[in-house]
């Protein structure tokens, strides 16, 4: 069993950076792809960006290639999501979660995924 809670989210204005975080309680967290989605007001879940448990793979959706970074810290049981240059499409709830397996391609649906946090609202004003 995994709880993910993350934390960091806020109001920002265009152009600015910002970093969501999601710490995990898991005994094997290192057995575990690390996920971030985002949900807006009217739309489905959508995959932003993954890593695999090492840490030395990441994946992102096209809509945030070149301006999010994922990434972990597996001693800290802590995945992090930089991002920069946002705009307010990116504007969401921002989830994170966590699934066992492994690789299955360059983008997942949250059916894909087994644990989810309850979320860290990100609002970028223009």
Known sequence: QVQLAE????LVQAGDSLRVSCEASARYFTAYRMGWFRQSPGKGREFVAE???SGE????ADAVKGRFIIS??????TVFLEMNRLNPEDTAVYYCAAR???YKGDTYSQNDYEYW???TQVTVSS
């Open 57 to 60: 793979n990441q994946y992102y």
């Open 117 to 119: 946090g309850h979320g």
């Open 7 to 10: 934390s960091g989210g806020g």
């Open 51 to 53: 890593i695999s448990q």
């Open 100 to 102: 066992l397996g492994g």
């Open 72 to 77: 972990r810290v597996n001693d800290k049981n």
